[in-house]
């Protein structure tokens, strides 16, 4: 399975706008970039998914390079409720859709 | 819609006791996960099902045994408790598990202690 690297923390302030890296060298061409969250003492909870072209939904844009080797995800504006645990994923093509979770990026967010 | 939800919220077993978790769904979604969470860890899988009556193992199913004999429901089995199966377990469901329709919705947690 592609592994992927992503910063141990991050901080931001309240309602500026946040840039998660994270690095999937391995990737391979069918491999879907998923993220999901953390919130403190919950379950995780789905972010935002892509392949090629980035994405942008109600909670967040993703951002894909070209080569498909690294990708960023961007919260508009911080809040506080942000504050979490992003989980950056590569899910191959195939039909269990098991994900496999690395360390993720814990984010902190300034008021 | 409830969504994912787990039982108990909280357990402690001493060491070799035996104890059944529950995750049920009302979403009617096809496949079915179980992952655990050590302390500063990401999730990892531990079995998984992608049907009523079918299971399969993930990456750490040792200790484990699951059933899914209702499409709504995933059972997590722990025979013989140990001390390093302290840790919090976490239920998730997904309508498929192609990659488009991949979103899982996870349930709140249960918190295992074993002494």
């Known amino acids: 399975d592609a592994k992927t690297t992503q910063p141990n923390s991050m901080e931001s302030n309240e309602e500026e706008p946040v840039h998660l890296p994270c690095n999937h060298s391995?990737?391979?061409?069918?491999?879907?970039i998923h993220w999901y969250r953390q919130l403190p003492s919950q379950g995780p909870e789905y972010v935002i998914h892509?392949?090629?072209s980035n994405v942008n939904n109600r909670m967040a844009s993703l951002a894909i390079a070209e080569d498909r080797k690294s990708s960023t995800l961007i919260l508009h504006r911080a809040t506080l409720r942000d504050a979490a645990v992003y989980y950056c994923?590569?899910?191959?093509?195939?039909?269990?859709?098991?994900?496999?979770f690395g360390q993720g990026t814990t984010l902190q967010v300034k008021p | 819609n409830a969504g994912v939800t787990q039982t108990p919220k909280f357990r402690v077993l001493k060491t070799g006791q035996s104890m059944t978790l529950l995750c049920a769904q009302d979403m009617n979604h096809e496949y079915m996960y179980w992952y655990r969470q050590d302390p500063g860890m990401g999730l990892r899988l531990i079995h998984y099902s992608v049907g009523e009556g079918t299971t399969a193992k993930g990456e750490v199913p040792d200790g484990y045994n699951v059933s899914r004999l209702k499409k709504q429901n995933f059972l997590l089995g722990l025979e013989s408790a140990a001390p390093s199966q302290t840790s919090v377990y976490f239920c998730?469901?997904?309508?498929?598990?192609?990659?488009?329709?991949?979103?899982?919705?996870f349930g709140p947690g249960t918190r295992l202690t074993v002494l």
């Open positions: 998730a469901s997904s309508p498929m598990g192609g990659t488009i329709d991949n979103e899982q919705f």
């Open positions: 892509g392949l090629t």
């Open positions: 994923i590569l899910n191959f093509s195939s039909n269990t859709g098991k994900l496999i």
């Open positions: 391995t990737i391979s061409g069918t491999d879907y």
